[in-house]
């Protein structure tokens, strides 16, 4: 009695998966290992360990096994054959790069040589990683594909250097035709960009390395913004010392899709976040994950942004802030000049309080003195000059600080305004000056008043000043109020 097979080894799906496959065939066929061996021309210890999913067999052993189960001529022998052909593909991918991808490479994500380079590599891999003995002969012999060539393209060196050893190259690593025409697209698109002068004259970082430690390459975004997005995302990757295949295991997704998300392409929505959560700390994600989003929303609408200032507007605003700054300037200069002047003013009022009071002191003596002198008397006459005088001269006195109340009261007034209410503009006539007030007393005769005493010279200076106070006050008014009634709009 024939001794039982062993179980399956199942630490791989993949290899269990075509293990399960063949010895289904074997058991639907009812032959032993020895006729089986004799059909396939194999050991039956070869044929056994093909079978045991400890590991992946050759793909001429796995073939010749399924012949011998299903001789050809025979129902769903093709059928058979090619999908242990495909299990055999996943069990070798799965070999040489466990849970590397979930999908083959697409020729359509590619955007730079680099792109290219590293989707045949990811192409070679998928294919089960066929020797260059192997490719070669499938490509149709010698010369097609040659060895070396075959090897440095499946390692990611070169790039097929025409269309023919594109196809030639494709079909070794058992690429349907159908899809052909998309990877000789991508090889003519990139090719030229790729061999025009001066592509490559910025090198690479090399402290910042992508797929298997190998330097990536520069940044080829479309927009500015796109290029800042990029550099952003690179940085963090970097930062925290995680290479692209971790990278794209972290976030499902293939190497080369990442690649070219992180060479200026603008990525999705849903890769910006995964990226950020996957390789910042959490103390720090929240504030990395809103700077990604504000660089990714102007790389999706770079169009967006505010239109640039040009330099026209740029003098013309400067022209304004400067008028604006010297009319704020002429504002303050005569609030102070306006201060003064009602500073004077109440000093003034006091003077003409005072004179006012030492003139009605007069009065009350003269009248006294009025009295006692008689009609006939010779200085009675003088007196009553005297007396009518300094009447007069208090009444103009009375009527001098009226004038200086109400002046003082106005520049008050004034200076209390809403100063945001002034709409200032410099005079090119010379400002009046609302100068200190000048003692009131004199020593001799004016000129303009002839035959006055002091109190006479006083109340005419006292008066100019007045005049020369509410004058700077009308122009003050023009220059920085608003129109009184009165004034024309």
Known sequence: ?????????????????????????????????????????????????????????????????????????????????????????????????????????????????????????????????????????EAGGLGILPRSTAHRISLGRTLPISERQMRSYLTACEVPTHRHEDWTQALRRIRPVAERPGAHRTPPDRNHTGHRGRPRGPIRAATGEAHDLAAFLRHLVDEAGIRTPELSRKLRMPVSRVSVHLSGRVPPRVFVVDLVRAVTPPAVAERRLTQAMSLWDRAVKPGAREPAVSSGAVVRTGSREIAVYERLSASLEQQQALRQSMENAQRLTIILMAMIGKLQADIATLEERRFRLSDTSPSYADLAERLQRAREQAERAQQARIRAEELALRLLERLAGPRSGLQLERADRPQECLGPVEPLTGTGRDAAAPGHDDIDIALFRARQILDQSEAGLEHFADDLGPHRPGKAA
């Not at 024939?2 to 289904?24: G, M, Y």
């Not at 069990?91 to 359509?108: G, M, N, T």
């Open 1 to 137: 009695m024939a001794r039982p097979e062993k179980p399956v080894d199942r630490s791989v799906p993949e290899h269990a998966a075509l293990a399960d496959f063949l010895r289904a065939l074997r058991a639907a066929s009812q032959v032993t290992y020895g006729r089986l061996a004799s059909a396939a021309q194999l050991s039956p210890a070869t044929l056994k360990r093909a079978a045991s999913g400890a590991g992946v067999p050759k793909l001429p052993t796995v073939l010749a096994y399924v012949t011998a189960c299903t001789p050809p001529g025979t129902a769903g022998a093709a059928d058979a054959a090619a999908h242990a052909r495909l299990l055999w593909r996943k069990a070798r991918y799965a070999s040489v790069l466990p849970r590397y991808s979930y999908h083959a490479p697409d020729p359509k994500l590619c955007a730079t040589a680099d792109d290219l380079r590293s989707s045949l590599r990811d192409l070679h891999l998928w294919a089960g990683r066929p020797t260059t003995r192997s490719m070669e002969g």
